[in-house]
């Protein structure tokens, strides 16, 4: 629960870093992210939807292999380089990195060797579309770059640097991939060419993120040549159980895709992962500020500074679901237009993308209670919520997929997550005796209503062409309504003092 206390100036000071932070890395992500989805679109038209149908599942099982080769080495090194360096020990910091790099490493080579051993079985035997072997080979020797950059760029995270985080995964990996796909589809290299443009795009981001910890003093080859045992042990100790945890927790949440992949075609698991991946843009907001409010929980949670801890948690979730509910409603009320811009024969796949929405919005809700279990050093927890999440969610998905297809599929994610999401907050609530809800989540829950309201009365009378005007004008609406329901005292202190560093920002550039 928030404190009823004002915030005084040193706690507006690090809300306003914080969101500021967060702020660029959103407008980053949406821009990033953003490249990826039209990046997806091009694909979808360019290859057709059986070629896409395997890009899919291509993709789904190149990124599961990632997160759970990760070991939950990112996490872990977020948590303990914050907490090293707020204790006055770089040294050990460094050693932190030093052994999740050189771990890291070890697991993407196993990995992407066994990732191509695999290939030609699962794509004939498993799924039964023989064209998806050359996709994994492809994919294979890109996982090792995958999985140290994503080392790399957590290690500059725990330092609280944004701007290399923006410019390599927002900017450079995004841009790469489209020019790498384009020249690969004008050169007629078809899909294989798309795909091995990924090893070079990762190879550079891992090369970049090394370079800057280098440059900075932050890292270096005597921090390999002797890796320490208490910081390896403290590492292992965390890291093991998110080890197991991500099996599940990566593996279930894609599932839906993997199991679609036996039980129907490729053109639907391509519809899918079209509505899939539209919905999946509204985790980017909580994402982004879960990001930049990590390791400021865990310096907080180290140096036991409570009330920080407090107002992190309930800040994250005010910014991130008021931030969410216009999206959500945009995306329901317009799902089979969005859909259909990717081709006509994924406008089908609108009541997927309204529920997969729904999902990723009671998400939003339940504010960043999985980071604050991670950072107050509750990975066991973590684990047993992922074991027993993956196991209803693969449960549930195999049951209904057979039944109704993908919108089967969608409705065992978003009831399955929902269920997690509701679990840990309880978890928070026990453990910290906190919640991320306050009264203040009636007024973007009735601004959203009036907003969908609006729409939806709207929008048979007006043409397609209107539909984007009319989304604008509904978000306008939406912040209007907010406006007049007034602001938090806090959030209001907060929104101050960010205008006043724009104004600043903007008389210095005059």
Avoid at 65 to 92: E, K, N, P
Avoid at 109 to 124: Q, W
Avoid at 403 to 431: E, H, I, K, T, Y
Wanted: charged share 10%; net charge positive.
């Amino acid at each position: 629960m928030r404190s009823d206390a004002t915030l005084d100036g040193e706690q507006i000071s690090i809300a306003r870093g914080a969101l500021e932070s967060g702020a660029v890395l959103l407008c980053a992500s949406l821009f990033g992210n953003g490249l990826n989805y039209f990046f997806m679109l091009f694909l979808a038209r360019q290859l057709g939807m059986e070629q896409f149908g395997l890009y899919a599942l291509g993709v789904t099982l190149f990124n599961t292999a990632l997160l759970v080769g990760c070991a939950g080495l990112d996490t872990g090194v977020i948590r303990f380089v914050s907490a090293y360096m707020a204790q006055g020990h770089a040294g050990a910091a460094r050693r932190v990195i030093a052994i999740a790099v050189t771990v890291v490493t070890l697991l993407g080579v196993l990995l992407g060797i066994g990732f191509g051993m695999i290939a030609a079985p699962l794509s004939t035997q498993l799924y039964q579309k023989p064209g998806l072997a050359v996709v994994l080979l492809c994919f294979a020797p890109a996982l090792v770059f995958a999985l140290v950059g994503t080392v790399l760029l957590a290690a500059l995270q725990a330092f609280q640097t944004v701007r290399y985080t923006v410019a390599l995964k927002y900017l450079w990996e995004p841009v790469g991939k489209w020019v790498i796909a384009g020249i690969a589809i004008w050169a007629g290299w078809g899909l294989s060419g798309v795909v091995l443009g990924w090893v070079v795009v990762f190879g550079v981001t891992a090369c970049l993120a090394g370079a800057v910890l280098v440059r900075q003093g932050r890292l270096g080859v005597a921090d390999f040549a002797v890796l320490g045992r208490s910081e390896a042990r403290a590492l292992a100790s965390y890291s093991a159980p998110l080890l197991f945890a991500n099996l599940f927790g990566v593996v279930a949440p894609r599932a839906d895709v993997m199991l679609l992949g036996y039980w129907v075609s490729a053109e639907d698991v391509g519809v899918y992962l079209a509505a899939f991946q539209t919905a999946a843009v509204l985790a980017l907001i909580l994402g982004a500020f879960d990001v930049v409010f990590a390791p400021i929980m865990s310096r907080a949670w180290a140096a036991s500074d409570r009330l920080t801890f407090r107002e992190s948690y309930a800040m994250v979730h005010r910014v991130a679901f008021t931030a969410t509910v216009p999206m959500c409603v945009l995306l329901v009320v317009f799902a089979d237009d969005v859909l259909r811009v990717f081709g006509s024969g994924f406008a089908a796949g609108g009541s997927i993308l309204a529920i997969l929405a729904v999902g990723y919005l009671v998400n939003a809700s339940s504010g960043c209670a999985n980071t604050v279990l991670l950072m107050s050093g509750h990975s066991r927890i973590v684990l047993i919520n992922t074991v027993c999440y993956g196991t209803l969610l693969i449960g549930a998905t195999a049951a209904m997929i057979p039944v109704w297809g993908p919108s089967g599929a969608a409705l065992a994610a978003s009831g399955s997550f929902a269920l997690l999401n509701a679990v840990r907050v309880v978890q928070v609530w026990r453990l910290h005796r906190m919640l991320p809800w306050t009264l203040a989540i009636v007024k973007p829950l009735a601004a959203g209503g009036v907003m969908s309201l609006a729409v939806v009365l709207l929008k048979p009378y007006l043409a397609t062409a209107a539909y984007l005007p009319l989304g604008l004008l509904a978000c306008a609406l939406y912040m209007l309504v907010l406006y007049a329901a007034r602001l938090e005292s806090d959030d209001a202190l907060i929104l101050t003092a960010l205008a006043a560093r724009v104004r600043m920002a903007a008389g210095w550039a005059r």
